[in-house]
């Protein structure tokens, strides 16, 4: 990887810190907590295969021939959620919150939090870390789904999400 996409990548994750408001849970303490998690669960899921070489091998899922989903899990736990107002949905939308209003009362700290992740990784000035991250239209359609996916689910307050996420 060239010097530029290593300055793009490191800018586009300092602005996304950057967005995580002090709140007392869903901060930049708590971001750092998720994708460092994450990070070791593909670690031991599907990096490791030697740590399995005596015992049964781990499911991945298919994780382990898919860089575009193990992306997409990063940058999901990198965004997920960025600019959280420290409020719930719910009460967001007790209060005819402006987000609520624009997310029709649906995941909406979580939706807000895709629009950020997703405004700021298309600006121009990240245009060579798309192109080099997202060779193909298509991975970069796919990358987005999984991302939306991801960070919606963790939306446990929604019924119809966590039904759908038991159901798979």
């Not at 990887?1 to 300092?14: G, I, M, P, S």
């Not at 990198?78 to 005819?96: K, Y």
């Not at 121009?124 to 991975?139: G, M, N």
Request: glycine fraction near 2%; aromatic fraction near 10%.
């Amino acid at each position: 990887l060239d010097d530029n996409f290593v300055t793009q990548l490191t800018e586009f994750v300092k602005r996304i810190l950057g967005g995580y408001k002090d709140v007392p849970y869903h901060n930049r303490e708590h971001a750092y907590h998720v994708v460092i998690s994450t990070n070791k669960l593909i670690d031991l899921m599907v990096i490791r295969q030697n740590a399995w070489s005596k015992k049964k091998p781990p499911v991945t899922f298919g994780l382990r021939n898919d860089p575009t989903a193990l992306l997409a899990l990063l940058f999901a736990s990198l965004i997920h959620d960025v600019e959280h107002q420290g409020i719930p949905n719910r009460q967001l939308a007790v209060e005819d919150d402006r987000l609520a209003i624009l997310y029709n009362d649906q995941s909406i700290a979580e939706n807000w939090s895709i629009y950020i992740g997703f405004s700021e990784l298309l600006q121009d000035e990240f245009q060579h870390l798309r192109t080099v991250l997202f060779p193909e239209k298509e991975e970069y359609q796919r990358f987005r789904k999984l991302v939306v996916n991801l960070v919606l689910c963790t939306d446990i307050a929604s019924p119809e999400r966590s039904q759908l996420v038991k159901s798979k």
